[in-house]
């Protein structure tokens, strides 16, 4: 048995939120077609806040274990391989490519570290993945190896949706229609690698954030920031629409503030490629700025993900709408491979929580206090 130490999270009896334990964990001998790795950093992810409070599951109950260790973006060093594994070495620094579980093309179906039963996420001092989970950083890349950490689910998301989305804005509005259309977004670091892709592309971008912090942080990767204080009140309810008058003056009034900020930054072109990746609050005032043949493109559902559309003007407006979640393997691979070869990376992280400091930045991250787009925490800082 392999011996290590694990932050995990423990079955609920009730709905209540989880809470992260500190505990010695063993895990099973190297099998043949198994790689044992230390973590060295780790990025937090959005699923391992979802997975904290118990929604929308209970992932120890979905995966019908009694403790889990959650952590699936981050960099890790091979320490072991197993007989079958030929093209990794004991040394090697690796990406972690999270892919759980596939359908028969090979697109995502379950998450390693968050819904895939029996594995062991970057929450722990060891673990042991498949090598087709593993991109290995080529020695002379010039990358950070704190950069790579937030790669494994952000960028190479981003990698996957942009490609459908783009892809599908091109299919309506050729090059000579719109050489240089307009993308924009809310969300988070997925988002924001879409707009560092979509700018390598030709477009214009922009994002909106709503601390100074984050808005400094588009503006130093080179994209318009817009300030989502400016219109506070887009916080879209149907319900209270109808019944709370003064909730409908505050929304109506941030929305047109909202739709004038979209104007002005266009020069009246309006939004090509929107991506959405806050959800319900919003989604009526995305429509709303996306011009003719515009995509409205989502990987998540950060607010809420029940949304109503109008369909006569979706397909008057000939409005596409791209969802796509994770990546198959090839496209993690090709993401990964790309970055290695380009400066398509997050920016040097400035801050990063130590091993005994995670539950505090798991508290903070869950409480909407953590202003980096990629919160890194460090496992085995030593092996870097």
């Not at 979209?262 to 005032?285: E, L």
């Not at 429509?287 to 029940?306: E, F, K, N, P, S």
Request: proline share 5%.
């Amino acid at each position: 048995m392999i011996r290590t130490q694990a932050w995990v999270i423990r079955r609920g009896v009730d709905a209540s939120p989880a809470a992260l334990q500190l505990e010695e964990l063993e895990l099973s001998e190297l099998q043949a077609d198994e790689v044992l790795v230390a973590p060295i950093y780790g990025c937090w992810e959005g699923n391992m806040s979802h997975a904290m409070r118990r929604k929308p599951v209970d992932i120890c109950r979905l995966r019908l274990e009694d403790r889990v260790v959650l952590g699936n973006s981050g960099v890790v060093r091979v320490l072991a391989t197993g007989r079958d594994i030929g093209d990794l070495q004991e040394g090697d620094a690796c990406v972690l490519m999270p892919i759980g579980a596939t359908d028969k093309h090979g697109y995502l179906t379950r998450v390693f570290g968050y819904d895939t039963p029996g594995t062991v996420g970057l929450l722990a001092k060891r673990t042991k993945t498949k090598r087709q989970q593993l991109f290995r950083i080529p020695p002379d890349c010039p990358h950070d190896l704190k950069q790579w950490a937030a790669t494994s689910i952000r960028y190479a998301t981003a990698w996957d949706n942009w490609k459908v989305a783009f892809g599908t804005y091109r299919l309506q509005m050729s090059e000579a229609d719109d050489p240089a259309p307009w993308v924009w977004g809310w969300g988070g670091g997925v988002v924001l690698a879409t707009l560092q892709l979509a700018a390598r592309a030709g477009c214009q971008v922009a994002m909106i954030a709503s601390s100074d912090a984050r808005l400094a942080q588009i503006e130093a990767s080179g994209i318009v920031p817009v300030d989502r204080r400016n219109f506070a009140d887009l916080q879209f309810d149907a319900a209270r629409l109808d019944s709370d008058q003064a909730y409908r003056e505050r929304y109506l009034r941030s929305e047109r503030t909202f739709l004038r900020e979209v104007n002005r930054i266009t020069d009246g072109r309006k939004v090509a490629v929107f991506v959405d990746n806050i959800g319900t609050p919003v989604y009526r005032a995305t429509m709303r700025a996306l011009a003719r043949q515009g995509v409205i493109t989502t990987t998540g559902w950060d607010r809420g993900g029940l949304l109503t559309t109008q369909r006569i003007e979706a397909c008057m407006n000939r409005h596409q709408h791209v969802c796509t979640h994770g990546v198959r393997v090839s496209e993690g691979m090709a993401a990964c491979d790309y970055m290695a070869k380009s400066d398509w990376v997050p920016p040097m992280p400035t801050d990063i929580t130590t091993w005994d400091e995670i539950p505090k930045l798991a508290e903070r991250f869950g409480n909407g206090e953590v202003d980096s787009y990629f919160p890194l925490f460090e496992v085995n800082p030593e092996l870097a």
